[in-house]
């Protein structure tokens, strides 16, 4: 029945472990903030490739009712807020 040997190991011959110098924690440290910052860099592209440009070439030829509704930010969408802040500040005078 044969049997594995283990080779005998001599104790010189084992190298001792060195404990890690200051270049290389400064190198694995630069190594983490370029892949750190290419990553945070490449998400926030793909966010912004992500989202829609506003679409700014609206025919002139709509009604003022349908250009109100189609873009919230007309001076018509601000006089309804205004009055909405107005019958709000006289309700909590009871």
Do not use: N
């Not at 490449?42 to 025919?59: F, M, N």
């Amino acid at each position: 029945m044969p049997t594995t040997a283990t080779p005998s190991v001599d104790e010189d011959a084992v190298v001792p472990l060195k404990a890690p110098t200051l270049g290389w924690a400064l190198r694995r440290a630069l190594l983490a903030v370029v892949i750190l910052f290419f990553s945070i860099s490449s998400v926030a592209w793909l966010l912004y490739a992500s989202i829609d440009p506003e679409q700014t070439d609206t025919p002139a030829a709509k009604s003022s009712g349908e250009r109100a509704s189609a873009t919230p930010g007309t001076r018509q969408g601000a006089s309804i807020i205004g009055s909405e802040k107005t019958s709000l500040r006289g309700a909590g005078r009871l």
